[in-house]
């Protein structure tokens, strides 16, 4: 264990290193001929040239400009709200201090997200040197991949994940790929041994032609034919694809498969996902003399490993997962660097590994780097992105200041750690860390039956009683975004962490496809980001002297998602309110005051909208994004907010509900043309419901006094709340829609649009009695 020294101190200096080279990467050149090597030295470039540059971004002074202005547009504002607040015992006097305060919010909240886009850099990786001068002492890569259910997570999908993995561009010795499959399901284990021997082709044909992407469902989704070859490979594709997707849909291997492998009599007394023995099977032993692809060449290793369950073991779910991973491939292969990925995430860029290794093995700068974390893309995303999962935003433009001021966050999928900061090594200047020849694969001697055994115990649930497993070693337990608060402790230990973004999209994942799903997953999100928020690993406390100030608020910016519905759900819901009740919460639109109003609302989301457009989103893309805005603030984060809550009261425990990677055929159907789906019952659709309606209503109402009574004074007094409620409406015509007017399976149950009715009613006869 490396828990030894305390005290760090983050060195100012090192956080941020730009280097101003000027020389553009070498596109063209390949990166494994020796002749580029030649090249290079003729034209005199000395050995320790820099294997990674870093750029700022450029427009930053333009943002700087505009968020000043803005600045002053709020301060205004407060100002306003300070001086016309209502007298005592005069109505309103105590909405209006409330709206203060959610606007007092905003502003902070603002304040954080600013600094977050302050400063964004780009790395560019020169991956021709990294071959050039490392190219026998690539250090090796454990890769982990996690899957948890059989039915939510097809294994098809997972194996695709796999070889992916395995057909990197990277010498195949060198890998071994570790499928932690917590559902415990021989489906599973047979579609990864249906893939071990599928690889065999599969890695030398993408070697051989370089295609991309390697996951075979996605290239064969767009590719056309080379030659005989290809269409042979393809073949034995949809042969086991086939063989796979009847094995997946009969439930169960058949007799004549479990002849196959002896990894099946681990299932020969049934299976059941919460309660079974440790099940560790090596596939490809790379070893076995045997173990080669068509070529005559090696394989990457590959092993399946189902931890230990027992009922009476709280399994901590994809922590617990990884952490077993991560001592039963120190057993077999122990490489210094892992990568992890989802089940669904393939690669999408064969080079990805040597991105990385460029930050690892850089002569001057890589010291400090524990961990690179490529942005999490996804590839089913519809064209107008209708519930705004792509996170431009997020990966584009917030991670990449992140990373100026010394780390950008561990989100889980998509990161390269060496294994020793995973495992809580602290930083110290005078450990040299970058040998990693001498790190480099573990030599076993013993038969594959005797390191299987030995792996069960290291995956067994009694193991980590009583250690540091979850704590100080390994990724930490107990929180629902086991990433983000093991990222923080490891720059807490010293070290800092790179965000890289390369043009080809490093990994390629499903998003969730309906409305529900997407604001389930952001409640996992935002719960667990407000837990450490509330805990003792607060940035603020626990980071201290630690990670720069800058990182630690940055932090916040992310961990407190789940505080903004408050100001969300009052900013909807009371101006409509007042507007029933004839109280006025705004300017009038004659007053001087309605200016700082408007310069902040036009120029919030006109900012918005630009910048969604130059990141290559469309308009309705950025409407939608709008939209998911206030959902997921509505809903989400409040649920989020209050289940932190519960559980610190010892209320409810934490739970990990997967996202689905497979959905209906008529739900896909109205995913694919953007149509929303509701289409079941849920709290959260209900309180969507309900204030969609109270705007309508009270817009209704708004407008009937204008036009019935032409009250022109009304509309002036009140204009805001009118365009307020008229907005509100707007962004909400989907949800009208599924309520009143569709009638598909993904329409709004109509129970909850009664339900939702009635209360809205309820609420605005309370607003005008
Ligand atoms: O008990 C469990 C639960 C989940 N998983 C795996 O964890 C991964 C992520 O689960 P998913 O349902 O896809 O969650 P997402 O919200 O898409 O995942 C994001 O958020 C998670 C934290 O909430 C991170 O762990 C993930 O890496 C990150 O991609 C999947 O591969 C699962 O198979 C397990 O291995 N065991
Ligand atoms: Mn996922």
Avoid at 146 to 160: K, Q, S
Avoid at 474 to 480: D, T
Wanted: glycine letters at 6%.
């Amino acid at each position: 264990m490396y828990v030894t020294n305390s005290c760090i101190t983050w060195k100012k200096k090192t956080t941020r290193h730009l280097s101003c080279m000027t020389e553009p990467p070498n596109k063209t050149s390949k990166h494994t001929h020796t002749v580029t090597h030649r090249e290079s030295k003729k034209m005199g470039e000395p050995d320790d040239f820099p294997l990674f540059e870093t750029k700022l971004a450029k427009g930053r002074i333009l943002f700087k400009l505009y968020a000043a202005s803005m600045a002053m547009g709020i301060c205004l504002i407060c100002v306003y709200r300070a001086t016309h607040t209502p007298e005592k015992g005069k109505t309103g006097r105590y909405l209006w201090i409330g709206l203060f305060m959610a606007e007092l919010w905003f502003t902070l909240y603002w304040l954080i997200t600013q600094l977050v886009r302050w400063n964004p850099v780009t790395h560019h990786t020169f991956k021709e040197k990294l071959s050039h001068r490392y190219e026998n002492m690539l250090p090796g890569v454990d890769i982990f991949v996690c899957t948890a259910d059989p039915v939510i997570e097809p294994p098809l999908m997972v194996i695709n994940t796999v070889l992916s993995m395995m057909a990197y561009d990277y010498p195949p010795e060198k890998l071994n790929i570790y499928v932690s499959d917590d559902g415990g399901s021989e489906l599973m284990f047979y579609a990864l041994l249906e893939a071990s021997r599928f690889s065999k082709h599969w890695v030398p044909f993408c070697k051989r032609y370089k295609i991309e992407p390697r996951s075979p469902s996605a290239y064969f989704a767009h590719a056309s034919p080379i030659n005989n070859e290809w269409s042979s490979i393809k073949n034995k594709y949809e042969e086991m694809r086939k063989r796979i997707d009847d094995t997946t849909s009969l439930g169960k291997v058949t007799e004549e498969m479990r002849k196959e492998h002896k990894g099946f009599q681990e299932w020969v007394l049934g299976s059941n996902k919460n309660d079974h023995q440790a099940i560790i099977q090596i596939l490809i032993d790379q070893r076995d003399p045997e173990a080669r692809d068509t070529q005559g060449k090696s394989l990457p290793g590959l092993v399946y490993v189902a931890r230990e369950k027992r009922r009476e073991w709280h399994h901590n779910f994809k922590a617990g997962a990884m952490n077993a991973l991560i001592r039963v491939s120190s057993k077999i292969s122990n490489n210094p660097i892992i990568l992890n990925v989802d089940c669904d995430m393939y690669s999408n860029n064969s080079e990805s590994i040597r991105d990385a290794m460029c930050f690892f093995m850089d002569e001057k700068r890589s010291e400090k780097i524990a961990f690179v974390q490529f942005p999490q893309y996804h590839d089913n995303l519809t064209k107008n992105d209708i519930y705004s999962n792509a996170l431009m935003v997020i990966n584009d433009v917030e991670f990449g200041s992140l990373d100026s001021y010394g780390g950008c966050l561990y989100i889980g999928s998509g990161c390269f750690h060496r294994r020793d900061t995973l495992c809580g090594r602290i930083y110290s200047l005078d450990t040299k860390i970058n040998n990693w020849e001498k790190q480099n694969h573990k030599e076993i001697t013993e038969s594959i039956d005797v390191i299987e055994n030995e792996c069960k115990i290291l995956a067994s649930c009694s193991y980590e009683h009583n250690t540091q497993w979850g704590k100080e070693m390994g990724v930490k337990y107990g929180c629902p975004v086991e990433d983000i608060i093991t990222g923080l402790s490891i720059q807490c230990r010293g070290w800092r962490s790179v965000h890289l973004n390369p043009k080809r999209k490093a990994f390629l994942g499903l998003s969730p496809t309906t409305l529900l799903q997407t604001l389930i997953q952001t409640k996992r999100w935002s719960e667990g980001d407000f837990q450490i928020f509330l805990s003792q690993y607060c940035p603020l406390v626990f980071g201290h002297n630690k990670i720069p100030l800058r990182l630690q608020i940055s932090y916040c910016c992310y961990l407190l998602w789940a505080a903004n519905c408050w100001a969300t759900l009052y900013y909807v819901s009371v101006p409509s309110y007042c507007l029933l009740a004839h109280i006025s919460l705004f300017p009038k639109l004659s007053s001087y005051w309605f200016l700082p109003f408007a310069y902040v609302f036009v120029g919030k989301y006109a900012y918005s909208l630009g910048e969604f457009y130059w990141l290559g989103g469309t308009v309705r893309g950025w409407w939608n994004d709008q939209r998911m805005w206030l959902y997921r603030r509505l809903t989400s984060y409040l649920f989020g907010f209050c289940d932190v809550i519960f559980k610190s009261i010892g209320f409810t425990t934490s739970g990990f509900v997967i996202t689905s990677k497979v959905s209906e055929e008529d739900a896909l159907q109205r995913y694919n043309k953007e149509i929303m789906e509701f289409g079941a019952t849920s709290p959260m659709f209900n309180i969507l419901s309900t204030l969609a309606l109270v705007n309508v209503l009270s817009f209704i109402n708004g407008v009937k006094w204008v036009v019935m009574d032409s009250d022109i004074n009304h509309f002036r007094e009140l204009g805001i709340q009118m365009v307020l409620c008229g907005l509100i409406i707007l962004i909400n015509i989907p949800l009208y829609e599924g309520m009143f007017f569709r009638k598909d399976n993904g329409s709004m149950p109509s129970s909850v649009t009664f339900q939702s009715t009635i209360l809205a009613v309820l609420f605005c006869a309370i607003a005008i009695m």
